[in-house]
């Protein structure tokens, strides 16, 4: 036996495991990658290949929604063949190859590429969320706050990424921006692969059993039969991204898929593990309402800035740095306040936490649908608007999508954590399908009535945006109507945010006690 390996590396930095630093670096290069591409395939799709914005919203919501359906196929495989590491070494090579591709402007790489990072992301993102997680044992105070700070490094990437992505896509051309998050991509490659040299992690994320592992058909063993499946599994996604109109059905299986196995897992587990169980599949409820209307930033938002924001200093692509550098700027700070508020038994459960994350969510869109009461004759609002509403909005996800990482390791039973880390990716897949929904509401076309200029929903825009239906009309610039046709939707997507942020609130305390003695 190799002893580096049943060693785990008890050094720690700034008070946490030295294993966070690496998982930290690796991850803010991945999501280099992720978030300088994202930033860019709207607008790339819309300004280059000329898709309508309607195709465009349809491409994206696809995409964005099967990133995140991959996780569950990911976890399951991690679990019980090939476990954490070799998983993110798969994961981040598809998702490198997906970047390089990209650079090539033939439909069939356009697709492929998007269908790599697809299946690269599913194994990739479950596997180290859940390797941070087996850093701290249960009940360690320093979870919450490590968390967030690895929440840290995954948005100081989508930070960095869409400004220098965005910078050389328009300096030199759109491919010179997919290049350089394929690069991003390989350094978190290398930063994992540094770590695990270094046996820092122990024997944390290794092959479950290695005998199985090793035993080959065909001359592959386990983990070359999985790495060939996965990269035949790429056209599928492709295929699916091409004809997004269909995907509805692949959440109908996906749905199932779910019901039917966290119904199997909950068959199987003991009466305490249900209960925290049930509240899992809760969170991961919410927070899949909470990525619906979120993620409308790279899709809706990003059109609605280039469109009808005067921006300053920065162009449309890279507002996608907004809400990641707020976070840059707070994340330390609550981590901070976690656990100063721990040490003084007054830190809110997780329950409350994810209540406040929807109410700020639904707050920092109604400031964005406010942006029309200061709009100047070219339909064109504020720049204060926008960085203040992700401001707010930014608020809400500290209070939910890092603490929601956390307690999902902690609420999972330890056989299917990473199954279970899957599903709570898998709200980001639900998430962004309905966002497509949601984005696709802003395409109202001239002469067209707006769905939320009438009735209760017409009063709740007039109120917040200052415009009323009547902007739809004749007599009003396309400029007017488009400008309507985006704050309406922010406006009532942010009061219906803030009532389920409200009912989240009121029945915290039944949450609460089913959570069995996890904060």
């Not at 030199?172 to 394929?182: E, K, S, V």
């Not at 990003?302 to 507002?319: E, P």
């Not at 109120?463 to 007599?475: C, F, P, R």
Request: net charge positive.
């Amino acid at each position: 036996m190799n002893l580096d390996h049943t060693v785990v590396d008890k050094q720690e930095v700034f008070g946490h495991p030295k294993g966070l630093l690496y998982l930290f670096f690796a991850e803010l290069w991945e999501r280099f990658s992720f978030y300088g591409m994202k930033a860019l395939l709207v607008l790339y799709m819309t300004k280059h290949l000329l898709y309508s914005d309607d195709k465009s919203f349809g491409v994206m919501a696809a995409y964005m929604s099967l990133v995140y359906v991959t996780p569950m196929i990911g976890g399951i495989i991690a679990d019980r063949y090939i476990g954490y590491r070799k998983s993110i070494i798969l994961g981040g090579v598809l998702m490198a190859a997906g970047h390089f591709f990209l650079t090539i402007e033939q439909p069939v790489f356009f697709y492929g590429s998007l269908g790599l990072i697809i299946v690269g992301n599913g194994f990739f993102k479950p596997n180290i969320s859940t390797m941070v997680g087996t850093l701290y044992e249960e009940g360690d105070r320093r979870r919450d706050s490590g968390f967030t700070i690895f929440y840290l490094g995954i948005n100081l990437g989508g930070a960095i990424a869409p400004l220098l992505c965005a910078w050389l896509a328009e300096l030199y051309g759109w491919h010179y921006g997919f290049l350089l998050a394929g690069i991003g991509m390989l350094i978190g490659l290398l930063v994992f692969k540094r770590g695990t040299q270094l046996t820092i992690f122990g024997d944390k994320g290794l092959v479950p059993d290695k005998k199985k592992y090793e035993k080959k058909i065909y001359g592959l063993n386990k983990g070359g039969r999985i790495w060939l499946i996965a990269w035949l599994s790429v056209p599928l996604f492709a295929l699916i991204i091409r004809f997004n109109e269909f995907e509805h059905y692949l959440v109908w299986i996906a749905s199932l898929f779910l019901i039917g196995y966290i119904t199997y897992i909950l068959i199987k587990v003991s009466l305490k593990e249900r209960k925290r169980l049930l509240v899992a599949v809760y969170f991961t409820t919410l927070y899949a309402l909470f990525a619906a209307v979120f993620e409308q930033a790279g899709s809706s938002l990003t059109l609605f800035a280039d469109r009808n924001v005067n921006l300053i200093g920065i162009n449309a692509a890279q507002t996608n740095s907004v809400n990641s550098i707020w976070i840059v700027v707070l994340a330390v700070p609550f981590a901070i306040l976690w656990t100063f508020l721990s040490k003084k038994k007054a830190n809110p459960n997780s329950a409350i936490k994810f209540g406040l994350g929807m109410l700020f969510l639904g707050l920092g869109f109604v400031v964005f649908g406010m942006s029309a009461q200061g709009v100047d004759e070219y339909a064109r609002t504020p720049m204060f608007y926008l960085i203040f509403g992700y401001l707010i909005l930014t608020i809400g996800e500290l209070f939910l999508s890092p603490i929601g990482l956390s307690k999902i390791t902690e609420l999972s039973p330890v056989k299917y954590v990473t199954f279970i880390m899957g599903v709570w990716f898998s709200a980001n897949f639900y998430g962004h399908f309905f966002a497509g929904k949601i984005a696709k509401l802003t395409t109202v076309k001239e002469g067209e009535t707006s769905i939320f200029s009438k009735g209760f929903s017409g009063k709740i825009s007039e109120v917040i945006t200052g415009l009323s239906g009547a902007v739809t009309e004749n007599g009003h610039t396309e400029a007017f109507q488009q400008l309507y046709s985006y704050v309406s939707v922010y406006a009532n997507f942010g009061v219906i945010t803030i009532v389920i942020g409200i009912i989240a609130l009121v029945i915290s305390p039944i949450i609460k006690k089913l959570m069995v003695g996890i904060h």
